[in-house]
Nanobody, 122 residues
Framework: QVQLVESRGGLVQAGGSLRLSCVAS????????MGWFRQAPGKEREFVAA????????VYADSVKGRFTISRDNAKNTEYLQMNSLKPEDTAVYYC???????????????WGQGTQVTVSS
């Protein structure tokens, strides 16, 4: 079993920055793939970013590419999502997620955090 605990989100003005963190426990974190998703009001949950630890590469949704950065610290069992140049349309509940499969982590990961609200004001 895997547990994921996210940091608190918050309210930020457009153009500002925010960093989310997600601490994993219960399994060998370093061998699991982790990603981030978000769900805006009235919309379906969507993929945001994922990190492939095997090659150190990252994948981003087009809507956040160039503004968001995903990273991880295996020593702390923690993954981060650095969000810069935030826009009102980034307002959503953000979820971290993890799965032992790279294919599944970006589509339907097995384990999810509780979600944290990020609100970007215009």
């Amino acid at each position: 079993q895997v547990q994921l605990v996210e940091s608190r989100g918050g309210l930020v003005q457009a153009g500002g920055s925010l960093r989310l963190s997600c601490v994993a426990s219960g399994r060998t974190f370093s061998s699991y793939f982790m990603g981030w998703f978000r769900q805006a009001p009235g919309k379906e949950r969507e993929f945001v970013a994922a990190f492939d630890w095997r090659v150190g590469s990252t994948v981003y949704a087009d809507s956040v590419k160039g503004r968001f950065t995903i990273s991880r610290d295996n020593a702390k069992n923690t993954e981060y999502l650095q969000m810069n140049s935030l826009k009102p349309e980034d307002t959503a509940v953000y979820y971290c997620a993890t799965d032992p499969s790279w294919r599944r982590v970006a589509l339907n990961p097995a384990y999810w955090g509780q979600g944290t609200q990020v609100t970007v004001s215009s």
